[in-house]
């Protein structure tokens, strides 16, 4: 396969939007977890009840397709290598 190969441009495109899906989602859970620790050591206000499932919402609405989107890169990757096309 040439480097110009449009099924390679397109896992690579797939490739950089799924990481970006995986930052968003997991920066996501960061601030659930951190808004849950903040309205621990607080009262629980209501801006950190929200905050902290609105975070686990996204998280998991964000999540679930980028990691399958990685995992079928990968996968893609892994056989092209082991039938000798990569």
């Known amino acids: 396969m040439t480097e110009d190969d449009d099924v390679l441009r397109t896992r690579a495109r797939m490739a ?5 899906g995986k930052r968003v989602g997991y920066l996501a ?3 659930s977890i951190v808004a849950f620790f903040v309205g621990l050591a607080t009262d629980f206000a209501q801006w950190t ?14 999540l679930p397709v980028p990691i399958v989107i990685g995992y079928g890169v990968r996968a893609a ?10």
């Open 16 to 20: 950089r939007l799924a990481q970006m």
């Open 29 to 31: 859970l960061l601030v």
């Open 49 to 62: 009840v929200v905050a902290t499932i609105g975070g686990l919402v996204a998280a998991c609405v964000i």
């Open 77 to 86: 990757a892994r056989d092209d290598r082991q039938r000798g096309r990569g």
